[in-house]
């Protein structure tokens, strides 16, 4: 069973980062998430709480119609988990060719990435989106544990 659930959550959050990020993300809030300041976190929380609120519902629907019986707990701590490190990738928003990274584009370039962020206008995305599925995995990992209530 937790397999199949790891695999379902998976699913789930996945879709659904993909739905949150690319359908519910107002364009104001993709804009502006990666600026300093309280206008940047003001947006990168705004699009951070519609992104969870995607997430919660569908595993929640997910979870009571598939029964896919994942602890309640657990079901929080997968979505803080996913929450938390979208919200952390995302403040680099427009931020991932910058000559002096910081955050999670300073782990990139320290991983060899620098010059491919620099050279490659996608390079960026790719690294966020890999990031975001990277984490949404352990997110998963998190929701298939024991599904006692």
Known sequence: MKAARFAS???????????????????????????????????????????????????????????????????????????????VADRQGGHWSDPKPKGVVRLAAAMGHATWLQRDPGAGYLMDQAWHKGWIAIAAAIAAGSGDH
């Open 9 to 87: 959550a998976y699913a789930i959050l996945t879709a659904t980062h993909e739905v949150a990020d690319h359908w519910i993300q107002q364009d104001t809030d993709a804009v502006a998430k990666g600026q300093p300041g309280s206008e940047g976190a003001a947006a990168c929380l705004r699009h951070v709480a519609t992104y969870t609120l995607t997430q919660a519902a569908a595993l929640y629907a997910a979870n009571r119609f598939l029964d896919l019986r994942i602890n309640p707990a657990r079901a929080i701590t997968t979505l803080a988990v996913s929450a938390g490190t979208h919200y």
